[in-house]
């Protein structure tokens, strides 16, 4: 299977760097940086991501929706992890009857965009048990990327 993570427009560049860092031990192949996402090289990025940003393939978008389109079109199936009337349980969803997972990950504030909810194929959620009802990307990042990369 192969396994990329889309980030739409992250601020901090200690949770880039916390994604690579994931997306590596999850077995991701790629990181794709869309819009005002920070690119390496930069030392709060390689800060966190101990250096997976140099052997993990990366590339940077400018459009968010140039890049989900594009992969859309190499046959990718896309997820976003966003918390919508339309989501199913991230524990309970099934994967493996897909070759190539994209996963988007949207801003820490306003999360993945109207455009790129359009885009996915399926929303994805985790489920929240606690007052926030939200966790910090990097985190939420981490548990879809194991969940998605165990089949």
Known sequence: MEKIVILENLRSLHNVGSIFRTADGAGFTKVCLTGYTGTPP??????????????????????????VKRYKEAGFYILALEQTSQSVDIFEANFTDHKKIALILG??????????????????EIPMHGQKGSLNVSIAGGIAMYQVGKV
Request: aromatic fraction near 6%.
């Open 42 to 67: 930069d030392r709060r990025i390689e800060k966190v991501s101990l250096g997976a940003e140099d052997f993990l393939e990366w590339e940077k978008f400018e459009d968010p929706v140039e890049c």
């Open 107 to 124: 801003n820490e504030v306003e999360g993945v965009s109207r455009e790129l909810l359009r885009l996915a194929d399926t929303h994805l």
